[in-house]
């Protein structure tokens, strides 16, 4: 399959503008997708409400929802997780490994260590500082299978830990990155889910099938990101209190969550290039400096070979882990509480992770994109993790009992504690205390921008939605987090995470089979074309019929008849319809969709005879699709004609039109009704000037004229 480039689509807009200046200039301003936001809206408002005015019985029907989520489709979860990544391996270690975010000879846009650094801060968020201490502690005293607080759950806390934030999860984020970028940057389509989906649904993209899919991303979205401020939010708490003495309550968090909502809505109307961009870089830098902070002052020789121990126990111990539904341990607590949730939270949160990638990774290979989520962003959290999970427990082994058990209980408690081991702990808190904030506030703009954009339609693939929506989506989030806290606090975020990232997991499933479809059709591409020339020799533009080597007689027979409708009827269907449907074969053997529709006029243009119209369709690439359509027209017979039948005074001819569109062309199956729409508006209804007749034409020759220009088609978009 060829493919539409950016470079291609802006060359023929600069054609268009060139024919007629107001006619094409820049981009559309992005204009609300009113049914997505009131869909997302009340849904989300409504569970906010219900949380709000019914605490208990919200709980109580999450609770309930988790249950049956966990228990039903818990294994597809698990599944889910290891088939993304099998995928994802396999398409960056394969032949399309080659293909690029873009034309095949786009560059990067930024530099291998510009864009390792961006991807280097992806793997930043504020829930990072909360299970980097606490799941460690919770893994060593209640491991999955085994006896708790031994040498073989602390080998395996660390591991375990390192898992849930693995490579696994950044499959996930990877997919949906490469969804968007191969589709916005090589096809030109608009950095939108429901681009991805075009070679599944076609035109559908653009009616509720389109719109269901971006509510799931929104829902999706909005319940993890509030899932990661909940965390975030109290876990802030604590470091004011153990900072300044401020008490931990439901009012403190109310005031954490309102700043954070109106810095995050300052962020996001700044732009990505501003606001985000700059808090990310600014996160890295500070992160940076308390890890290592941490590191030297700490047991250096100690955190060193605990992160070689758990390099190798997470290389041996990942196999089997990828699907252990621990069917047989009946650890359904412990599942609900750690993988399922942590594979429903990269779910919830890939639709916005992915498209950051997307944006920083244009002009790269598959393989260079995949390779470089996978580990880049892993390395940093293996440091990460393995840095203060072991420092965590190096101090509960050697008998600060109480630390690990006020960790358990407490998890929120459990990152300031541990800095509270380290020379100038309150420096340090105070450190960890900025980072968490500008973690939590970089979570919050991300998620309100990219839920803009899923509300919107946007046409160019760097555009954003309308500030305002950003400012109603960082508002809209702030409610929720805090209605999730008065339901349940974090438990809750968990659980509601779970259940409202499963829609959007299905749609993981499409959006790999949509990835291979189109892979799979520009590969066909690369062979068609030896198939095509043994079949037919392109026709010039300026007759298309010269290179058909027609006989005199053929000539002769065209210029001397004027078929009826029953004539040109009997040939549409014995000569034509077989031509292209033996066309059509040749193009599914070589991995193409064409198809072959017939339709039919009749009524004011042929009196009472039918006459079959056939139309050859072959998709290319999102949104462009080559058609081959003969139909017919009347023609008035000329006065110095031999007219057989004085009685009649029009005959027809069988006019062939080929064309590249990206919607339905109106010559596409050429019904009473589209002609007379037709006739309505312009009073007249004539076939386009440069179209032609194929009277008198074998078989053999319908197809040669369809298959040169079929292959004209294909050297047009290479």
Do not use: C
């Not at 808190?429 to 839920?451: E, F, H, N, P, R």
């Not at 050859?616 to 999102?622: C, M, T």
């Not at 209804?685 to 220009?709: F, I, K, M, N, R």
């Amino acid at each position: 399959m060829s493919q539409l480039t950016p470079n291609q689509a802006n060359s023929r807009a600069s054609n268009s503008l060139a024919k007629n200046p107001n006619s094409v200039s820049v981009p559309d301003a992005p204009k609300v997708n009113w049914t997505v936001l009131v869909a997302s809206s009340v849904l989300i408002i409504s569970v906010a409400l219900w949380a709000i005015i019914s605490p208990a019985g919200a709980q109580a029907a999450l609770a309930s929802a988790v249950g049956l989520v966990s228990v039903e489709l818990g294994w597809f979860y698990i599944a889910t997780g290891a088939i993304v990544l099998a995928f994802m391996l396999w398409i960056a270690l394969s032949a399309n490994g080659k293909r690029r975010l873009g034309p095949d000879d786009a560059t990067p846009q930024f530099r291998p260590y510009a864009w390792a650094s961006m991807l280097f801060a992806a793997g930043i968020g504020v829930d990072l500082l909360f299970f980097s201490v606490a799941e460690p502690v919770a893994q060593y005293y209640e491991p999955p299978v085994g006896s708790g607080e031994s040498v073989e759950s602390a080998r395996q806390a660390v591991a375990l830990t390192l898992f849930h934030y693995g490579i696994t999860g950044w499959a996930i984020y990877a997919l949906m990155g490469l969804a968007f970028g191969y589709f916005a940057y090589r096809f030109n389509l608009p950095l939108s889910i429901r681009s991805a989906l075009y070679p599944l649904i076609g035109k559908r993209i653009h009616g509720s099938v389109g719109d269901a899919v971006e509510v799931a991303a929104i829902l999706g979205t909005i319940f993890g990101v509030a899932t990661s401020l909940g965390i975030g939010v109290v876990q802030l708490n604590y470091g004011l209190t153990y900072l300044f003495g401020v008490p931990e309550r439901l009012a403190v968090q109310l005031a954490l969550v309102s700043l954070a909502v109106i810095v995050a809505t300052i962020s996001a109307v700044s732009g990505v290039d501003k606001g985000i961009k700059r808090l990310s870089e600014i996160n890295v830098g500070l992160a940076l400096i308390l890890v290592f902070y941490v590191f030297v002052t700490g047991r250096t020789s100690f955190l060193l070979n605990a992160l070689v121990m758990n390099v190798g126990d997470y290389l041996a111990l990942l196999p089997q882990w990828w699907l252990n539904t621990y069917a047989f341990d009946n650890n359904q607590t412990w599942m609900d509480t750690w993988t399922l949730f942590f594979w429903a939270w990269w779910v919830a949160w890939a639709p916005f992770v992915g498209l950051f990638l997307a944006r920083i990774s244009k002009g790269r290979t598959i393989r260079q994109y995949v390779l470089g989520t996978l580990t880049i962003p892993f390395l940093f959290v293996l440091g990460w993790v393995s840095v203060f999970g072991n420092s965590a427990l190096d101090v509960v082994r050697h008998g600060d009992d109480a630390f690990g058990k006020l960790a358990l209980s407490h998890p929120e408690r459990a990152f300031y504690l541990l800095l509270s081991q380290y020379p100038g702990a309150t420096f340090v808190a105070g450190l960890a205390s900025l980072i968490g904030l500008l973690l939590y506030v970089t979570s919050a703009d991300s998620a309100a921008l990219v839920m803009a954009n899923f509300s919107s339609n946007i046409e160019d693939t760097t555009g954003d939605g309308p500030r305002w929506l950003r400012v109603y989506w960082a508002a809209l989030t702030g409610i929720l987090t805090l209605a999730m806290l008065l339901v349940g606090g974090i438990s809750a975020l968990q659980s509601a995470t779970i259940v409202m990232g499963l829609p959007f997991a299905f749609v993981l499933y499409l959006l790999m089979i949509s990835l291979v479809r189109t892979l799979r059709a520009e590969d066909a591409r690369a062979v068609v074309a030896p198939t095509l020339e043994a079949l037919a020799t392109p026709p010039p533009s300026a007759d298309p019929l010269s290179a058909l080597n027609l006989s005199w007689s053929q000539w002769l027979s065209r210029a001397t008849a004027y078929p009826t409708a029953t004539q040109v009827n009997d040939f549409v269907l014995s000569t034509v319809s077989p031509a292209l449907n033996q066309v059509a074969q040749v193009l599914r053997e070589q991995g193409f969709e064409a198809s072959v529709e017939v339709d039919e006029v009749m009524g004011f243009i042929t009196g009472t005879t039918a006459i079959s119209t056939v139309q050859l369709r072959v998709p290319l690439a999102p949104q462009q699709v080559f058609t081959y359509t003969v139909y017919p027209a009347q023609e008035s017979v000329p006065s110095f004609a031999l007219r057989l039948d004085p009685l009649r005074d029009v005959y027809f001819q069988v006019l062939a039109h080929s064309e590249m569109e990206g919607a339905r062309s109106r010559w596409a199956g050429v019904n009473q009704e589209r002609v007379e729409r037709e006739l309505t508006a312009n009073g007249t209804w004539a076939p386009p000037t440069s179209d032609y007749d194929l009277w008198e034409l074998t078989s053999e020759q319908v197809a040669a004229d369809a298959s040169g220009h079929f292959q004209n088609a294909l050297e047009s978009l290479a």
